[in-house]
Antibody, heavy 121, light 110 residues
Framework: QVRLQESGSGLVKPSQTLAVTCAVSGASITSPGYSWGWIRQPPGKGLEWISYSYLGDTTYFNPSVESRVTVSVDRSKNQFSLTLTSVTAADTAVYYC?????????????WGQGTMVAVSS | QSALTQPRSVSGSPGQSVTISCTGTSGDIGGYEYVSWYRQYPGRAPKVIIYEVTKRPSGVPDRFSASKSGNTASLTISGLQIEDEADYYCCSYAGSYSWVFGGGTTVTVL
């Protein structure tokens, strides 16, 4: 059974960098047929797709954050991380890591429980 | 990328049917057969209940059905049950490995 576990900065000051990590168990993040991503949800609001990564190297980003976001992969730990620079209060959200599988093409079939990151001075 | 448009809320009595609409553009819903729907309980992560417009993952009751016509997708919950009370989000692939979500619809069981 695939399990995703996020961990994150918790509280970040405005203009600083947010970092969240997703530890994957039950599947390899470099296996063909699976892709991995990040989705966030501001408090009381809807979902926003952030990133999509395939085979641990190619990554695509939402244009709304593309200039500030980086995704890195640690193959040895089977985990991937999101960093978001120059954060503002608008980046306050629950950050979910997700999996997209060929069996549910273009849908996110596994979600982590989410990690809350608040941007505040 | 603009968010897909969903009604803020819908409601129904137990046993009734409710339908949630999700309107996008030819660049997302209208252009691809990759609409998915997610159910989210308060404080919990979303869970996929529909993928590829009409398909249900294993374990999702057949009370949940979905369709698409042009730039609008719809999710219907038949035989409404108390446990269906939740937030529902539509999502569409928008090309070039990007996705767009709807704003979410709260389903209330009266």
């Amino acid at each position: 059974q695939v399990r995703l576990q996020e961990s994150g900065s918790g509280l970040v000051k405005p203009s600083q960098t947010l970092a969240v990590t997703c530890a994957v168990s039950g599947a390899s993040i470099t296996s063909p047929g699976y892709s991995w991503g990040w989705i966030r949800q501001p408090p009381g609001k809807g979902l926003e797709w952030i990133s999509y990564s395939y085979l641990g190297d190619t990554t695509y980003f939402n244009p709304s954050v593309e200039s500030r976001v980086t995704v890195s992969v640690d193959r040895s730990k089977n985990q991937f991380s999101l960093t978001l620079t120059s954060v503002t209060a608008a980046d306050t959200a629950v950050y979910y890591c997700v999996r997209e599988a060929e069996s549910t093409d273009r849908a996110f079939d596994v979600w982590g429980q989410g990690t809350m990151v608040a941007v505040s001075s | 990328q603009s968010a897909l448009t969903q009604p803020r809320s819908v409601s129904g009595s137990p046993g009734q049917s409710v339908t949630i609409s999700c309107t996008g553009t030819s660049g997302d819903i209208g252009g691809y057969e990759y609409v998915s729907w997610y159910r989210q309980y308060p404080g919990r992560a979303p869970k996929v209940i529909i993928y590829e417009v009409t398909k249900r993952p294993s374990g999702v009751p057949d009370r949940f059905s979905a369709s698409k016509s042009g730039n609008t997708a719809s999710l219907t919950i038949s035989g409404l049950q108390i446990e269906d009370e939740a937030d529902y989000y539509c999502c569409s692939y928008a090309g070039s490995y990007s996705w767009v979500f709807g704003g979410g619809t709260t389903v209330t069981v009266l």
